[in-house]
Nanobody, 121 residues
Framework: QVQVVESGGGLVQAGGSLRLSCAASGNVFSINTMGWYRQAPGKQRELVAVISGDYTTNYADSVKGRFTISRDNAKNTVHLQMNILKTEDTAVYYC???????????????WGQGTQVTVSS
């Protein structure tokens, strides 16, 4: 069983900042790439930022220069610092962890329940 728990969402004015945190835990062989996705009403879930175990990062073009993803491998946590927030950043943000349940298992996805981020104008 894998648990992925997010925290840190909320309401903020445009131009403000928020920090999201996520912790993954459970009886698994490994936790690999972790990241954040978001889904706005009426839209598909999209990648925001991901970070691999060797700290390689990838960002959506829409958040480059404003958001920063980081992780602590020892604690299996990932954070998303969101600055200069825009109204279009409003969405439910989901944490994702790529996990391998056993050494012989294929990679699998573990998702958190999501945290709401609302940016007001």
């Amino acid at each position: 069983q894998v648990q992925v728990v997010e925290s840190g969402g909320g309401l903020v004015q445009a131009g403000g900042s928020l920090r999201l945190s996520c912790a993954a835990s459970g009886n698994v062989f490994s936790i690999n790439t972790m990241g954040w996705y978001r889904q706005a009403p009426g839209k598909q879930r999209e990648l925001v930022a991901v970070i691999s175990g060797d700290y390689t990062t990838n960002y959506a073009d829409s958040v480059k220069g404003r958001f920063t993803i980081s992780r602590d491998n020892a604690k299996n946590t990932v954070h998303l610092q969101m600055n200069i927030l825009k109204t279009e950043d409003t969405a439910v943000y989901y944490c994702n962890a790529k996990i391998r349940r056993r050494s012989w298992s294929a990679m699998d996805d573990a998702w958190g329940q999501g945290t709401q981020v609302t940016v007001s104008s």
